[in-house]
């Protein structure tokens, strides 16, 4: 488990996130000291550490985009994190959907 320093719980989400931490699984953000706290391990005991801040728990099925945090399950569309690919394409391209696992837009079709 690591610490970081954060603003807030949407600010935390984003450290859980590739490039800034490759495997991150769970997150949760203390607001009285105003710390993020990043783990590899799924099920992560953080209650000694942020016993009044709530747990982020995700996995990621990388093949269909879906992501599940604290029980509720998202369809990510569009996910950027490196900033290295360019989203100025043609309408083809955003129906089609293009990118990598890191930087993409799933496509109108999918």
């Known amino acids: 488990m690591t610490s970081e320093p954060g ?14 931490m490759q495997y991150c699984s769970a997150f949760a953000f203390v607001p009285e000291s105003k710390v993020c706290l990043l783990t590899e391990t799924q099920n992560a005991d953080f209650s000694s550490a942020a016993p009044s ?13 879906i992501v599940v945090i604290d029980g509720k399950t998202f369809q990510v569309i569009e996910h950027r994190s490196k900033g290295e690919l360019s989203f100025a394409r043609g309408w083809t391209q955003y129906e089609d959907g293009f990118g990598d696992e890191t930087d993409f837009w799933i496509g109108k079709q999918n």
């Open 53 to 65: 801040g709530l747990v982020y728990r995700k996995s990621i099925d990388s093949d269909k985009k």
């Open 7 to 20: 603003r807030s719980v949407v600010d935390c989400a984003m450290k859980c996130e590739p490039p800034y």
